[in-house]
Nanobody
Framework: QVQLVESGGGSVQAGGSLRLSCAGS????????LGWLRQAPGTEREGVAV????????YYADSVQGRFTISQDDAKTTLYLQMNSLKPEDTAMYYC???????????????????WGRGTQVTVSS
């Protein structure tokens, strides 16, 4: 069973940056779609960015395109989300999650994510 632990959340002023990390373990191969999702109070959880563990295309939600970057380390054990030009509307609990299989042609549906971390809080003040 894949295990995921997020870190790096915190409080920042609008326009600032944060980098989230997700330490993963128990991967069997590279056939996983790795993603970051978020949930603000009173809203549904939404996909932010995904990438295939074996490499290739990345996909972003329109709301973060050009501001956020998803990546992984060379060992493919840590997933990152670099968040720049943060806005108050980026305030949410951020989760690292994994789909067993490819990402397809975009951010998979919420129900496709099998493994989840516990989340890390990001708060952006104006």
């Amino acid at each position: 069973q894949v295990q995921l632990v997020e870190s790096g959340g915190g409080s920042v002023q609008a326009g600032g940056s944060l980098r989230l990390s997700c330490a993963g373990s128990n991967y069997r191969n590279n056939r996983y779609c790795l993603g970051w999702l978020r949930q603000a109070p009173g809203t549904e959880r939404e996909g932010v960015a995904v990438m295939y563990r074996g490499g290739g295309s990345t996909y972003y939600a329109d709301s973060v395109q050009g501001r956020f970057t998803i990546s992984q380390d060379d060992a493919k054990t840590t997933l990152y989300l670099q968040m720049n030009s943060l806005k108050p509307e980026d305030t949410a609990m951020y989760y690292c999650a994994v789909v067993v299989g490819s990402c397809g042609r975009g951010i998979p549906a919420l129900g496709s994510f099998r493994y989840w971390g516990r989340g890390t809080q990001v708060t952006v003040s104006s």
